[in-house]
């Protein structure tokens, strides 16, 4: 085998490179512009390749548990716990996926879209009253209130003290990887147990009871009395799809609105075809189907600004990629964002053009991949998915301003967003063309 490794530098010794690599949000851009598609570094904690376009892409996605395996950085391992789906490699995650995969077809997704209407037409009334706030800590609210109540059954979570237990857990997912008591990590642990704690009770009262809930986790539990699923499993996958299902979104509808906000003739296109359908409310998967703008809108969302925009990998066996030779024990790190924008697959990558994803174009695997791909692809994108468009579909009937003179540059944690968050001033329009 070659014995060339990639161009790049280690950075300073034990900390590497990391200080760089978590303070300046054009790191990796930066350095594929100086080394190319393929370079090395040493971040969280580890020697580690970036890699960029669709061939890298595709290389690791089919080679995954031969050459590459997915790992948890040690604070979200230890959060989301050991046996939830997305700590899980191998036969196990395969059995876990097939027990969770009917939670989001079509049949399952329908049973949901009452509950998200009546959540989002709450927030919109809501918003009207405010007039003026920041998009991303509403949308955390909304998502968040949406997937708890999918989930657990739980009514109003934000302001409830499971809400409050659940942001505490979320802070130490990207804090200090400390578990001392006074830290994020700690203090993110101390919730972590609170949280299981709820969930057991919750699990001990339906037990009790002549129905075990038409939720989640009512399903969840028929998986464990089926012996499908521990108890331990039930309770890491409640939390792992908790997460999940409000994070990259919050992250996906603040990037929608800052991109319709800034191209104004595609929010004018989206509102005229839903207007068209005269649909008061979309209570159906039939009825979204119809709007095809509405699908290209939201996958151009999720091309230009992905919520998730790279996918973490342990090399697990020596191989070559680009004449390069990637080394077992190194991290890997595949590009998702900057593969959209920089593939050369598009005309105009640095533009926002919903158009491009006419049903005549075909994407070649490994260059659009918001969800990550291959086995370990999001197993709930249909119902991120969905949820984008409902809570776009509605807000075509509502006008929101860019207040002035606010820091629109993104960062990146705990997802991406503007760094003020996308301050709006909201008002309701009518529903001529």
């Excluded at 109540?149 to 237990?165: C, T």
């Excluded at 342990?314 to 030779?325: A, L, R, S």
């Excluded at 005309?347 to 174009?361: A, C, G, L, T």
Aim: charge should be neutral.
């Amino acid at each position: 085998m070659n014995q060339k490794i990639p161009p790049g530098t280690f950075g300073l010794p034990l900390i590497g490179e990391n200080i760089s690599f978590f303070t300046n949000p054009n790191f990796t851009e930066e350095k594929h512009k100086k080394y190319g598609d393929i370079f090395k570094t040493n971040v969280l904690g580890n020697k580690t390749i970036f890699i960029r376009g669709i061939e890298a892409n595709k290389f690791v996605l089919q080679n995954e548990d031969k050459y590459f395996q997915a790992f948890l950085p040690v604070n979200l391992e230890l959060l989301f716990g050991k046996t939830s789906v997305s700590a899980q490699t191998g036969e196990r995650h395969l059995e876990l996926r097939k027990i969770l995969y009917p939670l989001f077809q079509k049949q399952s997704l329908e049973t949901y879209l009452n509950e998200i209407n009546i959540i989002i037409e709450e927030y919109l009334e809501k918003w009207q009253k405010r007039e003026t706030f920041a998009w991303y800590t509403e949308f955390r609210s909304l998502t968040f209130d949406i997937v708890a109540k999918i989930i657990i059954g739980l009514d109003k979570a934000n302001q409830s003290e499971f809400g409050k237990l659940i942001k505490s857990w979320e802070d130490g997912i990207f804090a200090i990887p400390l578990k001392l008591p006074w830290t994020k990590l700690g203090m993110a642990l101390k919730s972590r147990a609170t949280l299981l704690e709820y969930l057991q009770k919750e699990i001990a009262s339906r037990l009790q009871k002549t129905s075990l809930g038409t939720d989640i986790l009512g399903y969840l539990i028929q998986a464990h009395q089926k012996g499908l699923l521990s108890s331990e499993e039930v309770g890491d996958q409640t939390l792992n799809l908790l997460f999940a299902g409000y994070s990259s979104l919050t992250s996906s509808l603040t990037s929608a609105c800052l991109l319709l906000a800034e191209n104004p003739s595609v929010f004018q296109k989206l509102k005229q075809e839903i207007n068209s359908l005269k649909f008061n409310r979309i209570e159906s998967i039939e009825q979204l189907d119809k709007l095809v703008y509405l699908e290209q809108v939201t996958l151009e969302i999720l091309r230009y600004l992905p919520a998730v925009g790279v996918g973490f990998r342990q090399i697990i066996g020596d191989c070559e990629f680009q004449g390069y030779q990637l080394q077992k024990g190194w991290n890997l790190i595949y590009q998702i964002g900057l593969t959209h924008r920089f593939s050369g697959l598009f005309d105009k990558e640095d533009q926002f053009i919903p158009e491009r994803f006419k049903e005549s174009q075909k994407i070649p695997y490994g260059s659009f991949i918001p969800f990550g791909g291959g086995i370990r692809e999001c197993i709930g994108k249909a119902l991120a998915i969905l949820e984008i468009k409902l809570i776009i579909a509605k807000l075509t009937q509502y006008q929101w301003l860019l207040v002035p003179e606010q820091n629109l540059d993104f960062t990146l944690f705990p997802t991406p967003h503007p760094k003020d968050e996308l301050i709006v001033k909201f008002t309701k329009i009518n529903n001529e063309n």
